[in-house]
């Protein structure tokens, strides 16, 4: 199902207005900042009563307007989500882990929250994001390599152990099998005793990006679509502030695309989203303001700036004029931001400090709510202890130190940048038109197009690399011989560990419970009923990942993918 496209007027720059809007009118940046911005300090506060920069030039909230007349908080949006952004309360700080077995990720995340991480972002293995149970032959030479493999709710206890789930944000990156993560996670949260008005977090369930750009998927797209929807239902009864999905460019971009490609197909899929769940039945307003998105952040700061500006006021446009939401939560593009793994490279890897620091830059610039900084490493294996602390530290100096967060979208109102955010917007606008044309996100998907265009965004990457059309210092320029360092390796342990702790719950609990269980997920399933609602009772019973899904695959299928190079 697709929705016709807006047809709000261009500017002579070629930026979609809404109608009316003018560019920022005399005094109206003194209005904002009396009515706006001083109601929302005074009701949340800031973190400092006077901003000053160390020479002790004292600092107003917002300098300059933006091309559409936008204010922070205020739609559409171009200027930031909230009145006061990072002068209330900074980005939220990730790291994202996940490696080897439940025991050792734990061991991790509690040595980042030590570290003064404020949030969890949890990587699970293959077999995991998949289905698989650690011990089904496809999962074998997976297991743990790329994520935490969680095979049952006794995983999860073990992942969380001494982690209070109240008190902390978990993002959970996992899409086939995000329903059944979920119900093990809410299953946790249970035995802790957190109340559902207190679990914050986001599970990313962004299915389509899969089939376009990562590979990572089980089931057919219409079911897949199914399960997403029947997710966002049972959340909006069993954890309300709990974020149903996280749309995500990130994973698009890792695969090769340009920024435009980036927000365009991002905002075509989430637009799917949205129609998929309105034909479920449920009311636009009563999910659209826990929809979240996921973008990269690349190397070219001011590219990537205009682009988290650019998205933040389509979506607010798609939202109010398209598909007609009311509430002002519903326009907002919230958004967490991953710096670009494709950009790290093996050479001279100290340098990917430097990448990561100025996508980080970027993405503070341009608004993002909350933030991974990969590791130096990466390009080599999974980062060690040490190297995730300087990521950590990366943001944390930037937050504190550098003054970018004392000031509200300081870039904005610079002509550079506004031209960039417009021009961007335009194409962005130009391609999805292209998408409504072909039948919309899933078609497009469907047929390889999607994936097709981003094949050649990457290789004429590749290509300008390779003739030196693109310089990439330690890589094609400034060249040394260097060894590739501490490489920080799992366990290889871990794995007999993770296989015994699976036999193991498996004889521990009720198989009688258990198969009564999962006969009525494959019943919910087949008779049209919410899927995640009937699989919470069964991760409560320990049945495992594969078996649920196993179940599931009966009804659905499995998906079999286009050929998309032709």
Request: charged share 20%.
């Amino acid at each position: 199902m697709s929705e016709p496209h807006s047809t709000t007027p261009k500017n002579s720059q070629g930026s979609s207005r809404a109608p009316g809007s003018l560019p920022l009118a005399s005094g109206a940046l003194d209005d904002w900042k009396a009515g706006t911005w001083q109601a929302a300090a005074s009701q949340h506060g800031e973190r400092r009563k006077t901003f000053a920069t160390p020479s002790g030039v004292t600092l107003e909230p917002l300098y300059g307007g933006a091309a559409d007349g936008g204010f922070p908080g205020v739609f559409p949006f171009t200027r930031g989500v909230r009145p006061t952004m990072y002068r209330g309360r900074f980005w939220t700080m990730r790291q994202y882990a996940g490696f080897s077995s439940a025991r050792d990720t734990n061991q991790r995340f509690r040595a980042l929250l030590a570290s003064g991480q404020s949030g969890l972002s949890t990587a699970f293995d293959l077999p995991t994001q998949i289905g698989y149970d650690s011990d089904h032959a496809l999962a074998e030479p997976e297991v743990g390599l790329v994520g935490v493999p969680i095979n049952s709710l006794r995983d999860m206890e073990r992942l969380f152990d001494q982690i209070d789930l109240g008190a902390v944000s978990t993002s959970m990156t996992i899409n086939a099998s995000a329903g059944v993560l979920l119900c093990m996670y809410l299953a946790l949260c249970r035995r802790q005793n957190v109340p559902k008005q207190k679990i914050r977090g986001t599970v990313q369930n962004d299915i389509l990006k899969e089939y376009a750009a990562r590979g990572n998927f089980r089931f057919p797209p219409q079911p897949s679509l199914r399960l997403v929807t029947d997710l966002m239902a049972f959340c909006a009864i069993q954890a309300p502030e709990w974020n149903t999905i996280s749309i995500s460019g990130y994973h698009i971009r890792e695969a090769g695309s340009t920024a435009v490609q980036e927000v365009a197909f991002t905002l075509a899929n989430a637009k799917a989203y949205v129609a998929a769940a309105l034909e479920a039945g449920l009311a636009l307003d009563s999910f659209a303001p826990r929809l979240s998105f996921f973008f990269n952040a690349h190397n070219h700061l001011f590219e990537e700036v205009a682009k988290f500006r650019a998205a933040r006021r389509m979506w607010a446009r798609i939202m109010k004029d398209e598909f007609r939401a009311q509430d002002p939560e519903s326009w907002m593009l919230r958004f967490h931001t991953q710096t670009a793994g494709s950009m790290l490279t093996s050479q001279q890897p100290d340098n990917n400090v430097v990448r990561v620091t100025v996508q980080a830059l970027a993405a503070i610039l341009g608004g993002t709510q909350s933030l991974h900084t990969n590791s130096r490493d990466e390009a080599l294996g999974l980062p060690s202890v040490d190297s995730a602390t300087l990521a950590l530290r990366t943001q944390q100096v930037l937050a504190h130190e550098s003054g970018v967060a004392d000031v509200i979208d300081p870039l904005g109102g610079a002509p550079f940048v506004e031209a960039l955010t417009d021009e961007l917007e335009a194409r962005a606008l130009a391609l999805m038109q292209e998408i409504e044309r072909r039948g919309g996100a899933v078609r497009v998907i469907e047929s390889g197009w999607m994936q097709r265009e981003i094949h050649a965004s990457a290789m004429q990457w590749q290509r300008d690399v390779e003739r030196g059309e693109r310089t990439i210092i330690g890589v094609n320029a400034h060249q040394t011989k260097q060894g590739p360092g501490e490489i920080f390796r799992p366990d290889p342990k871990a794995k007999g560990q993770v296989l015994t702790d699976l036999a193991q719950a498996r004889a521990a609990r009720d198989a009688k419970q258990v198969g009564a269980v999962l006969d009525e997920v494959e019943r919910a399933a087949r008779q049209g009923r919410n899927v995640v609602a009937a699989i919470l009772p069964a991760v409560e019973a320990y049945a495992t990942l594969g078996e649920i899904c196993g179940r599931l695959e009966q009804v659905f299928g499995v998906h079999k993918p286009v050929e998309s190079f032709a």
